[in-house]
Structures are given as structure tokens and as C-alpha cells.
T-cell receptor, first 113, second 115 residues
Framework: QKEVEQNSGPLSVPEGAIASLNCTYS??????FFWYRQYSGKSPELIMFIYSNGDKEDGRFTAQLNKASQYVSLLIRDSQPSDSATYLCAVTAGGTSYGKLTFGQGTILTVHP | SQTIHQWPATLVQPVGSPLSLECTVEGTSNPNLYWYRQAAGRGLQLLFY??????ISSEVPQNLSASRPQDRQFILSSKKLLLSDSGFYLC??????????????FGPGTRLTVL
């Protein structure tokens, strides 16, 4: 069974620190990787996607992908209390997937003042 | 710009009652559409996906069904709800790009409680 694993947390960081969220996946055929943020009681919203090995930066967020190690991470710099949420890692199925994603269980992030 | 709607926002239903949840997308044509369920404190489970009108693929065998009567309308149904059907139901859409996966965008969700 194709799986996506995340530490459930909670991960607690002080305001202004770097939060590091990690995700591993089992399907070596996966080609697209996504990070979503979900506030309590709300639907997931896209933060970033990454397709190629290496780093991709967008504002305070950096996604890192290492396909050889089947590992994707999200760094949040200068963490703010408003970043407190559950972060979901999502990975495509290999082959003919028609856009299907497999989600991890999510990591709860708490940023305290 | 594209917009996705879901209704109702919340629903409380007795065990054994029927269910109909609706999702519509505006501002795009021929999208891929998806239904997910999120149980309390859990990740998202893909229930159904559709690549076109009348084309439905089921990911998890259960007492739910889905239909796509129009290009931008996706409906999730059940004839008899179970307690285990409680959860947060999310509809999502993505642009169709053949075999390549594109970003999925989620609707606001429907919170279903079965009593």
C-alpha cells in the first residue's frame, strides 16, 4: 500500500523560529508533492508544490524534495502564531493517476508567542 | 477566477437516513473532481474521483456513491447512513492535464454528524 508518513506532533516552536515539517513517501513513482495548511474546522489550503529535487522558496516557506531518499520537507521561517495549524503533505500516485493524491495524517504546528 | 462551492455546510442526520451532498465549481471547464472524507483527527481519505460527466471511480468500498450529472457538479450520496459515515467531507477540483497531476483546490467542506 502506498503511504505517506508524517510526524503527528504537536510541533511547538517559539515565534520567530524556523519550523521544520517532514514527510516520507513509499511510492517511488510519485512525481508531484504538495503541502497544504489546514486550520481547525476549515478545509485545506495549498501552500506550495514541488516537482523537482532541491529547494523551492516562496516567501517564508521553503519546500525541499529528495526523491532518492523519498523525503519532502517544509521549512517555515520567522514562524508566526498565525502559522499554527495542521500541515498536510500530499503525494501523487505513480503512473496513470489522474490527479489522485495520497495525504499524510498531518503535523500539528503550534507557534507560541 | 475559479470558485468551488459545497452545501450544506453542516448536517446532522439519524442513522439509516439518506444523504446528498453537492459540490459545484465555477470558472473552469472539464475539471477533475474529487470527494474526500476526513474523520476527526485523521488525514484525508479519497472516496471518489471523476474525470468527466458520468465517469466515476471509487477508491474505497462503502455505502456511499457519487455522481457527476453535469460538467461542474459532483454529488455524494448514500441510501442509508452509518455512524461511521460521520466526518468532514471535502470536494476538490483540479485542471485536467492528461496523466500529469495538477494542484487540487478544496471547497469549504460539509461537516456531517450521524447520530
Amino acid at each position: 500500500q502506498k503511504e505517506v508518513e508524517q510526524n503527528s506532533g504537536p510541533l511547538s516552536v517559539p515565534e520567530g523560529a524556523i519550523a521544520s515539517l517532514n514527510c516520507t513517501y513509499s511510492d517511488r513513482g510519485s512525481q508531484s508533492f504538495f503541502w497544504y495548511r489546514q486550520y481547525s474546522g476549515k478545509s485545506p489550503e495549498l501552500i506550495m508544490f514541488i516537482y523537482s529535487n532541491g529547494d523551492k522558496e516562496d516567501g517564508r516557506f521553503t519546500a525541499q524534495l529528495n526523491k532518492a531518499s523519498q523525503y519532502v520537507s517544509l521549512l517555515i521561517r520567522d514562524s508566526q502564531p498565525s502559522d499554527s495549524a495542521t500541515y498536510l503533505c500530499a503525494v501523487t500516485a505513480g503512473g496513470t493517476s489522474y490527479g489522485k493524491l495520497t495525504f499524510g495524517q498531518g503535523t500539528i504546528l503550534t507557534v507560541h508567542p | 477566477s475559479q470558485t468551488i462551492h459545497q452545501w450544506p455546510a453542516t448536517l446532522v442526520q439519524p442513522v439509516g437516513s439518506p444523504l446528498s451532498l453537492e459540490c459545484t465549481v465555477e470558472g473552469t471547464s472539464n475539471p477533475n473532481l474529487y470527494w474526500y472524507r476526513q474523520a476527526a483527527g485523521r488525514g484525508l481519505q479519497l472516496l471518489f474521483y471523476s474525470v468527466g460527466i458520468g465517469q466515476i471511480s471509487s477508491e474505497v468500498p462503502q455505502n456511499l456513491s457519487a455522481s457527476r450529472p453535469q460538467d461542474r457538479q459532483f454529488i455524494l450520496s448514500s441510501k442509508k447512513l452509518l455512524l461511521s459515515d460521520s466526518g468532514f467531507y471535502l470536494c476538490a477540483w483540479s485542471i485536467k492535464r492528461g496523466y500529469r497531476t495538477d494542484t487540487q483546490y478544496f471547497g469549504p467542506g460539509t461537516r456531517l454528524t450521524v447520530l
